[in-house]
T-cell receptor
Framework: DAKTTQPNSMESNEEEPVHLPCNHS???????IHWYRQLPSQGPEYVIH?????VNNRMASLAIAEDRKSSTLILHRATLRDAAVYYC???????????WGAGTKLIIKP | DTEVTQTPKHLVMGMTNKKSLKCEQH?????MYWYKQKAKKPPELMFV???????INESVPSRFSPECPNSSLLNLHLHALQPEDSALYLC????????????FGSGTQLSVL
């Protein structure tokens, strides 16, 4: 099975951009890349997903490397409310289930 | 209504007790999930129901028994649990389809004594 590798934790200053990296060197050609985040004492929350092209939505942007072996979640202007664990996930091409990475704990400093 | 509601929020049970976790959604989602999450770990898939039929069972011990009585409700019946089963149990739902996102509840924090 393909899997993802993420840094255990990252720190960033409030109101600055944040780039959260994810490596997925064994990704298959039809696996989608999903990102979810989990705020303290809550269930995970969908952030964004993509296949090959870069994607933008109101929460974040997803930049996918040309060889698809890595991707970066970009929060354009982090706030204290963005402090959470961010999971990089592959969506299995056969059964559509999610293969979760270990997650990156994002700490936002005021 | 874009919520997945889980009850109870906290549950403490002994190893001989029988209890049930409940999950409810009114978004018209026809795929519903149970996940188990240990502290500082990602969620682990337990069961998937699609159109009220069990479609995935990730080799979960029989002391966990899922039930989907209708398209809005999902239960997880617990019996003879072990202390290592203590965890956050998350329910999620989505429209069946290849790219639809999951909506998660806030979970039930279970402690087995």
């Amino acid at each position: 099975d393909a899997k993802t590798t993420q840094p255990n934790s990252m720190e960033s200053n409030e109101e600055e951009p944040v780039h959260l990296p994810c490596n997925h060197s064994t990704i298959s050609g039809t696996d989608y890349i999903h990102w979810y985040r989990q705020l303290p004492s809550q269930g995970p929350e969908y952030v964004i997903h993509g296949l090959t092209s870069n994607v933008n939505n109101r929460m974040a942007s997803l930049a996918i490397a040309e060889d698809r072996k890595s991707s970066t979640l970009i929060l354009h202007r982090a706030t204290l409310r963005d402090a959470a664990v961010y999971y990089c996930i592959l969506r299995d091409a056969l059964n559509y289930q999610l293969i979760w990475g270990a997650g990156t704990k994002l700490i936002i400093k005021p | 209504d874009t919520e997945v509601t889980q009850t109870p929020k906290h549950l403490v049970m002994g190893m001989t007790n029988k209890k049930s976790l409940k999950c409810e959604q009114h978004m018209g989602h026809r795929a519903m999930y149970w996940y188990k999450q240990k502290a500082k770990k990602p969620p682990e898939l337990m069961f998937v129901y699609s159109y009220e039929k069990l479609s995935i069972n990730e080799s979960v011990p029989s002391r966990f028994s899922p039930e989907c009585p209708n398209s809005s409700l999902l239960n997880l019946h617990l019996h003879a649990l072990q202390p290592e089963d203590s965890a956050l149990y998350l329910c999620a739902s989505r429209f069946p389809g290849t790219h639809e996102k999951l909506f998660f509840g806030s979970g039930t924090q279970l402690s087995v004594l």
